[in-house]
T-cell receptor
Framework: AQRVTQPEKLLSVFKGAPVELKCNYSYSGSPELFWYVQYSRQRLQLLLRHISRESIKGFTADLNKGETSFHLKKPFAQEEDSAMYYC???????????FGKGTHLIIQP | EAGVVQSPRYKIIEKKQPVAFWCNPI?????LYWYLQNLGQGPELLIR????????DSQLPKDRFSAERLKGVDSTLKIQPAELGDSAVYLC??????????????FGQGTRLTVV
């Protein structure tokens, strides 16, 4: 069975401080990993995926197969980063996503 | 581009009543998903369609839930009869899809159901 764990329900940091949202997964094969974000009163949207290896809005995430982790990082948090962040896994093809419970990130001024 | 459109946005019904949700995916997207999101949880897959075929409905509680995607475009999700525990947000998503695809899933705004 596949599972995604986000250990922090709430993470509060000050503006300008580094941010790391943790994500660990359980899957027997080679999964695709994603980070989705939901800003207040907006729909869930893709932030980044591991196969793209890109930085979006200053965020990066590296897939560590040895530790089965896909942590999301940003060196300097901004107030507009406040949102719900969900880590998600897809086993393959067009399969549905398995989501973690989400982390509510609050950036304090 | 309106994106994935869902209606209604909010619905309040009494328990034991039926309810239906509607989803219009992004034009050209073959794959359509319905997810259930309980308060404080991440979305959980209910059913996945490839065109008009339900290819994964293993998580759909078939005693009271049903779904259809006629003509492989719009989709409806129905609950009959609704129970108090069905109160949640129902999300629809679509992607360009197809087996072996790596397309991004685009989500609708969701329908917030409250059963009283």
């Amino acid at each position: 069975a596949q599972r995604v764990t986000q250990p922090e329900k709430l993470l509060s940091v000050f503006k300008g401080a580094p941010v790391e949202l943790k994500c660990n997964y359980s899957y027997s094969g080679s999964p695709e990993l994603f980070w989705y974000v939901q800003y207040s009163r907006q729909r869930l949207q893709l932030l980044l995926r591991h196969i793209s290896r890109e930085s979006i809005k200053g965020f990066t995430a590296d897939l560590n197969k040895g530790e089965t982790s896909f942590h999301l990082k940003k060196p300097f948090a901004q107030e507009e980063d406040s949102a719900m962040y969900y880590c998600a896994l897809r086993g393959g093809g067009a399969d549905g996503l398995t989501f973690g419970k989400g982390t509510h990130l609050i950036i304090q001024p | 581009e309106a994106g994935v459109v869902q209606s209604p946005r909010y619905k309040i019904i009494e328990k034991k009543q039926p309810v239906a949700f509607w989803c219009n995916p992004i034009s050209g997207h073959n794959t359509l998903y319905w997810y259930l999101q309980n308060l404080g949880q991440g979305p959980e897959l209910l059913i996945r369609y490839e065109n008009e075929e339900a290819v994964d409905d293993s998580q759909l509680p078939k005693d009271r839930f049903s779904a259809e995607r006629l003509k492989g475009v719009d989709s409806t999700l129905k609950i009959q009869p609704a129970e108090l525990g069905d109160s949640a947000v129902y999300l629809c998503a679509s992607s360009p899809g197809g087996a072996g695809a790596r397309g991004e899933a685009f989500f609708g705004q969701g329908t917030r159901l409250t059963v009283v």
